[in-house]
């Protein structure tokens, strides 16, 4: 597609519900990110894949977050038992390989909104 | 650990007078450089990147930023501003290594005035 693309755009969520997050990158573009941005404040990494495999997925504040993508292209952000601080917007970015020299240009999709009652 | 600071929460500036948005940074090694405006309920778009090279960068929608190594600053800049600049803008740096993860400075709200 023409950008990177992800659904919903708000998500209302009961505390303890689980919820599961889209994203489609562009087309081709082997990196994809997923960010956390809280309320007032800058985008915090959650994880990225190169591909299928999970390279990094340090900034996962615990492990009722999971990420998946398993052909290599859209992914999953999954948060299992919503809690209140849970509440944020998560933007998805993909890039495609520049290696370490030319590091590549994030493109970042219009996020979801998620709300945690 | 790499950081980085944007000192304003907040500029203000009159439409057709010149721009300064602040950026520093903390990083081990070469920094590569970014800055991206978020407009309301928006993504992130990307407007310049330092990588190497001449330490001024031209960008998108006449913006340029200014790569200074001894002070450790990647300012916005743009010579005219335009009501339409008003946004959300995020410098956002990354380190040789680690995967290519930015990490983004807290925000600063421009606000251009008619």
């Known amino acids: 597609g023409a950008g990177v693309s992800q659904s919903p755009r708000y998500k209302v969520a009961k505390r303890g519900q689980d919820v599961a997050l889209r994203c489609d990158p562009i087309?081709?573009?082997?990196?994809l990110f997923w960010y956390q941005q809280a309320l007032g404040q800058g985008p915090e990494f959650l994880t990225y894949?190169?591909?299928?495999?999970?390279?990094?997925k340090s900034g996962l504040p615990s492990d009722r977050f999971f990420a998946e993508r398993p052909e290599g292209s859209v992914s999953t952000l999954k948060i299992q038992r919503t809690q209140q601080e849970d509440s944020a917007v998560y933007l998805c970015?993909?890039?495609?390989?520049?290696?370490?020299?030319?590091?590549?240009?994030?493109?970042f999709g219009p996020g979801t909104r998620l709300t945690v009652l | 650990a790499q950081s980085v600071a944007q000192p304003e929460d907040q500029v203000n500036v009159a439409e057709g007078n010149p721009l300064t948005v602040k950026c520093t940074y903390s990083v081990s090694g070469n920094p590569y450089l970014f800055w991206y405006v978020q407009y309301p309920n928006r993504g992130l778009q990307f407007l310049l990147k330092y990588i190497t090279g001449d330490n001024l960068v031209k960008g998108s929608y006449g913006f340029e930023a200014e790569f200074n190594k001894s002070q450790t600053s990647f300012h916005l800049k743009k010579p005219s501003a335009l009501v339409s600049d008003s946004a959300l803008y995020f410098c956002?740096?990354?380190?040789?290594?680690?995967?290519?993860?930015?990490?983004f400075g807290a925000g600063t709200r421009l606000a251009v005035h008619p």
């Open positions: 894949f190169q591909n299928e495999a999970q390279l990094d």
């Open positions: 956002a740096v990354r380190r040789l290594g680690g995967y290519n993860k930015l990490i």
């Open positions: 970015a993909s890039s495609s390989p520049g290696g370490e020299i030319t590091p590549d240009t994030q493109y």
């Open positions: 087309s081709g573009h082997v990196s």
